[in-house]
């Protein structure tokens, strides 16, 4: 009997900052969710030679030793990436061509959909595998999953290019050209100056008072898989936004930032606000690491500060400067950055991703088969995120989670990005910080309808207005109040007689009376004769602190205190304000000043 081969262990390899996270987020999700699962599916049409598309996908995972990573913790305690010198590369294969074409489509998506939903456990290599769905005799479709935690979006798309090559050649991986290791990139990321880097966070994030989050209640660790609303850009807008770009000196990818940081603005009423950004961590001084086929890229903080008086165009110009000095410094890990602030817990929670290593041109035809179509599938734990692919239509994937917003929310702020990139596209505009406006014609019609209270108003004083009710309707009931009624002419008559105990003190207009009294008829009659003489009140809440009361009446110096013969004994205020005891529909008893 033929003995089973132990696969070697071929090397081991430290982790990336955002291998570090993705790997504390696969630990925290212990309900098993697949939440960081990446599948890009390819639609093909032509005559596959199924063995040698099989082959191909064999030696490319050979060639690449992060595609036969597994991640373990050691004793020490920290984790690393096992590379093991040979795996058995998972590899399905469905024979559609006798289901009905009407339900051709619905069994295909079941069969994606399964194989997205598999979780990955890391522990064990590979964290990739294929499928391959025939639909009919010469269409197919090749599916690619891996846990995001092995690849990135550039390698997918070389990876992807690589595969078809090779199956070009009939299976021979000899045709490309010695795979680039990965250990370079490590060893380059632990010469880089560390303290440098944490210098130039710290400048870049100095002031910053508060995180940004849109859902601050949320918890940013729960693995809810997000709903997505595919937005695509008009081609004209999309040429008018890349030329305007252009003409300014900036990137698209600084026009997408900037439009997503006045919106967080907006969102959040914050001046200054932080969120989330991928970059590829591919430095140009690294020899071939554009041909590093893993998990190189890092999530770093953007953030914007928006002066109300600057232009768009301004804005914009001033965002690349910054964010130009800190690309020397990506290397280092989010967590590490956020300790470099005051502030407590997560910066930011929305994402922004740039991807500019689109799948669909990585492969076209080979081997007499075409490529169709793509599909591609990538999520984030985070609340809200937005995805742009840049193309002759700029196509926005904004990701949200729909226990924290609803479908029509997430709409309305879709809705608002491309308003902001309508007002960025007209150059004549030039618009100007406070005069963005982002409200939509429904939601303008709305803020006016419901804004429309307008009613005409008397130009009589309350005190006056009062006094017409009383004698319009005298006997009507006033006030209820410990099972006694007050009408409007008995109330009228106690708030005159006290309003003239006041005047005759020589208490009017430019006066301040102060009410300390609980809720009670008392307290309503001492407010209309406050009125009636002409004086301002202040009310006084007889259960504050009592030195909370002495520091209100020192610091507003009322003339007078109306208040209970209950409520002095208990207040005993030192301030030498004068009393008036109201105690009871009974004549008021007056205390000298």
Known sequence: MATRRTPKIENILPLTPLQEGLLFHAAYDDAGSAL????????????????????????????????????????????????????????EEHDLTAVPDGELATEVERITLRIRAGRFDLAAAPLVGFALIRRRADRFRLVL???HIVLDGWS??????????????????????????????????????????????????DGLAEATRVAPYADSHTATATEQIVLTVPENLTAAVGERARSLGLTLNTVVQGTWGLLLSRLTGADDVVFGTTVSGRAPE??????????LVNTVPVRVRTDRGETLAALYTRLQEEQSKLVAHHQLGLTEIQS????????????????????????????GVRVTGTEAHNTVHYPLSLLAHPGDRLVLQLGYRPDILTDTAARRIGDRVLRLLRLFADAAADTRVDAVDLLGDDERRLLVEWNDTARPVSRRSVAELFAAQAAATPGHTAIR??????????????????ASDLTGRGIGPEDVVALAMPRSTEMIV?????????????????????????????DARPVLLITTSDTAERLGTRTGTARLLVDGPRATEGIPR
């Open 36 to 91: 960081y699962n990446v599948q890009v599916a390819l639609d093909l049409e032509g005559s596959l030679d199924v063995p040698v598309l099989r082959r191909s996908v064999e030696a490319v995972v050979r060639r690449h030793p992060t595609l036969r990573a597994s991640f373990r913790r050691r004793a020490a305690g920290d984790t690393v990436q096992v590379i093991q010198s040979e795996v058995a590369t998972p590899w």
């Open 156 to 205: 997918t798309s070389l990876l992807l290019r690589e595969l078809f090559l090779v199956y070009g050649a009939g299976g021979d991986a000899s045709v490309l050209p010695p795979a680039v290791s990965p250990q370079a990139f490590f060893a380059w990321r632990g010469e880089q100056d560390a303290p440098a880097a944490r210098q130039a966070w710290r400048a870049a994030l």
């Open 481 to 498: 109040y410990g099972g006694l009624t007050t009408t409007y002419r008995e109330l009228d008559d106690r708030a005159n007689r006290l």
């Open 340 to 367: 470099l602030t005051d502030i407590d817990g997560e910066l930011f929670d929305t994402l922004v991703v740039f991807e500019n290593y689109p799948v669909d041109r990585a492969v076209d035809t080979v081997g």
């Open 526 to 554: 001492s407010l209309l004769a406050v009125l009636k003489a002409g004086a301002a009140y202040l009310p006084i809440d007889p259960a504050y602190p009592r030195e909370r009361i002495e520091f209100m009446l020192t």
């Open 145 to 147: 999953t891996n846990h």
């Open 286 to 295: 690294l020899p071939d690491v554009e041909s590093v086929i893993g998990m």
